[in-house]
């Protein structure tokens, strides 16, 4: 959704970008009230790892999404042992609204992290 043609130009008082940013997106919905609100435009610096905690943006089988990254041990630790024999552990997005269960990262989606929240 980041490659798209459909965008918006914005204007900032300088000073308002963090010098850091690549770029800007806009909050769709509530799932990240009170921090995060719809139609608020946050700023996101490239990246494709993220320490628990923090947050990012995703995308998970085509859907975007803007979530507090987390990890667990996976329920099948079978699927996520890698050749040594190390467990990995298993990504999971966080809502700060509370109404929004937590989305566990199933080992098959096409998850991807696009970057951290400034």
Known sequence: FLDGDEYELHRFEAGAVPPEA???LRVGGDS???VF???QIV???KCTSLRPGEVGIFTCDG???IKVYSERTPSHPEDYTDS???IRRQP???SYNNAYPD???PRDADFRILGRVL
């Open 32 to 34: 990240m009230e009170p």
């Open 92 to 94: 999971v997005l966080i």
């Open 84 to 86: 040594q024999g190390v």
């Open 37 to 39: 609100h719809d139609g």
């Open 103 to 105: 989305r566990i990262i």
């Open 63 to 65: 859907e975007g999404y």
């Open 22 to 24: 690549d770029f800007c």
């Open 43 to 45: 700023f996101v610096k």
